[in-house]
């Protein structure tokens, strides 16, 4: 654990803050906790008072100095209420913590076993990679994939779907995947390893839906949490993250290498910048995901293609890069203003940029035809670009390759 937190805090303070509040919660369930340490040992990790009351009537409540504190709390800050009635909280001078919501999590986890409940984890568990290697193998028997889905914590006849998880060249995928899901950002049960180059999320929610399901769930609450990283971290001129994420479709556990290559398919179409460039849903692309099946040479000799290419490499630093993100917000609204808005610039600098383009493609993006045109050969491009290994960010500075 302390190797892992070393790693995570040179690559990202949130996720190593995320692990070390689960590695509190996690120890207190395997020392089978009572409610007056629960209480005390969580207002010491949050630094603010903490308090519980368990459906059986046991309560306790303590300051962050280990006191007991006698009465009724004046003001709670966040609160979890427990089945059938009881709840935790915390009660923080102010706006609660950046972490409250993780800590309120795990700590009505904990109160949950100690009333009797089983205890079913709703975070990503880091999993071993061999076994997350088997279950995505389509080659090994169903007996052994079965075992292997029982010893990760899934069960082997409800739906999942898998992701697909890459950063910036030379870090550690795995630890990528770590980091975006650190909060517990996806609901459901969550696996998390290093398959190869990437990091492999394994996620079984309640509303996962059948085989072949479209439910966006998974997907939007990725994109949801890349939002709140770049709210917290990022700029309007560079991206908080290099992350790029590709989402299968759901499917059945035995079948789970079919969602497996969709979300790697479906990582080839994601770019670093935007949430919603960056999270690929290989459902959300339909049609659109047969692209990636095409030889990329053929791609690259396609004329809209080699224009992409020479409007991302022929500008100055960081500026073909910025005309393909104006291209790529107007393409998928289909509003100037809402490109701007998400691009944070004024609709006057997005219309100047897709003027350009323009003039550079030889379109007219108000005409529907010829913005889906535009979009298609977009894709396609992006395609090439992942064949190269240098799928970035389309708005980046100082990577106009995108």
Known sequence: MKGLLLRLSALDADAATAVRVIAHFEALLGGGPDPVTLARSTAGLAGCAAGLELPDGRAARFGPDGLALPGVPAQVSGRVDLEPSGGVWLERPGVPGPFDELVLEWMAITARVLAGRPWQPRVPTAADPALVELVLSGREDATDRIRALRLLGLAPDVPLRVVAVTGRPGTDAGLEA????????????????????????????????????????????????????????????????????????????????????????????????????????????????????????????????????????????????????????????????????????????????????????????????????????????????????????????????G
């Open 178 to 401: 770590v980091a975006l899901l650190g909060r517990g950002a996806v609901r459901g049960t969550v696996r998390v390893a290093r398959a190869g180059a990437l990091g492999a999320v394994l996620v079984q929610s309640p509303d996962a839906g059948g085989p072949g399901s479209r439910t966006a769930s998974t997907t939007a609450e990725l994109r949801a949490a890349l939002h709140e990283r770049g709210r917290e971290r990022g700029t309007a001129h560079r991206p908080a993250h290099a992350v790029r994420v590709g989402v299968g479709a759901s499917a059945a556990p035995l079948d789970a290498r079919l969602s497996w290559e969709q979300a790697r398919s479906a990582l080839r179409f994601a770019v670093a910048g935007s949430p919603e460039e960056s999270v690929a849903d290989h459902g959300e692309l339909g049609p659109v995901a047969l692209l990636a099946d095409i030889p990329v040479e053929r791609l690259r000799a396609q004329e809209d293609v080699r224009r992409l290419t020479k409007l991302a490499c022929g500008e100055g630093a960081g500026q073909g890069g910025d005309l393909l993100a104006a291209l790529a917000a107007f393409c998928r609204t289909g509003s100037l203003r809402q490109a701007a808005l998400e691009l944070h610039l004024h609709h006057s600098s997005v219309a100047a940029r897709l003027a350009h383009v323009e003039k550079e493609l030889g379109l007219r993006l108000r005409d529907p035809q010829d913005r889906f045109g535009a979009q298609l050969a977009l894709y396609a491009w992006r395609l090439t670009q992942s064949a190269d290994g240098s799928a970035g960010s389309e708005g980046e500075e100082g990577n106009g390759t």
